[in-house]
């Protein structure tokens, strides 16, 4: 499955905010009002798009992809905080591996960060299924202030295979 991630327009953004996920997955339910903080380059969301173009999901880093309460300033700057977001009609459909797979390979060649992490709602036994997967370990648990809902941080290192050009003098 070939994917593209890119910049996210203002037509996606709204068709993204327009998502409806079933309970307990409505807490990731956008408004209106979040189409303006989805197209705004300065906060690093991006779409993903199938092979055929369609909007499949997005994902975002940085503090963007944070949850309130984390524990997010132990590892700053080396862990790039991953989030990603998938059309509600296209989870648990066995494409979330490769989704996955491939926001963290953009989101290593675009920040080359140490490593990856990541904070999924602890009920999501989905998400952090897929996650384990691609080799992130639990590192800390919190519950957001507001609501007490519990919220696991995941890490994993970053890659470790990058592409790195050495050059050999033959005459040295």
Same mark, same amino acid.
């Given at each position: 499955m070939?994917?593209?991630? @890119?910049?996210?327009?203002?037509?996606?953004?709204?068709?993204?905010?327009?998502? #409806?996920?079933?309970p307990p997955l409505s807490l990731y339910n956008l408004s209106e009002e979040d189409c303006s903080l989805l197209w705004e380059p300065a906060n690093r969301y991006y779409s993903v798009l199938d092979q055929e173009q369609t909007l499949?999901?997005?994902?975002?880093? @940085?503090?963007?992809? #944070?949850?309130? @309460?984390?524990?997010?300033?132990?590892?700053?700057?080396?862990?790039?905080?991953? @989030?990603?977001?998938?059309?509600?009609?296209?989870?648990?459909?066995?494409?979330?591996?490769?989704?996955?797979?491939?926001?963290?390979?953009?989101?290593?060649?675009q920040f080359s960060p140490a490593k990856f992490r990541v904070t999924v709602a602890a009920f999501n036994e989905r998400s952090l299924k897929t996650f384990g997967k691609l080799g992130f370990e639990k590192t800390h648990a919190f519950e957001r202030s507001h609501d007490d809902m519990t919220f696991v941080q995941l890490e994993r290192l970053a890659y470790t295979n990058r592409q790195v050009k050495v050059f050999i003098n033959p005459l040295g």
């Amino acid at each position: 499955m070939a994917l593209t991630i @890119g910049q996210i327009l203002i037509e996606q953004a709204k068709e993204i905010a327009a998502w #409806r996920y079933e309970p307990p997955l409505s807490l990731y339910n956008l408004s209106e009002e979040d189409c303006s903080l989805l197209w705004e380059p300065a906060n690093r969301y991006y779409s993903v798009l199938d092979q055929e173009q369609t909007l499949l999901g997005y994902c975002c880093f @940085g503090k963007e992809a #944070r949850v309130a @309460g984390g524990n997010y300033k132990e590892q700053e700057p080396t862990a790039l905080d991953v @989030g990603v977001g998938m059309h509600p009609a296209k989870t648990g459909k066995g494409l979330g591996n490769k989704f996955v797979a491939a926001v963290l390979h953009f989101a290593d060649v675009q920040f080359s960060p140490a490593k990856f992490r990541v904070t999924v709602a602890a009920f999501n036994e989905r998400s952090l299924k897929t996650f384990g997967k691609l080799g992130f370990e639990k590192t800390h648990a919190f519950e957001r202030s507001h609501d007490d809902m519990t919220f696991v941080q995941l890490e994993r290192l970053a890659y470790t295979n990058r592409q790195v050009k050495v050059f050999i003098n033959p005459l040295g």
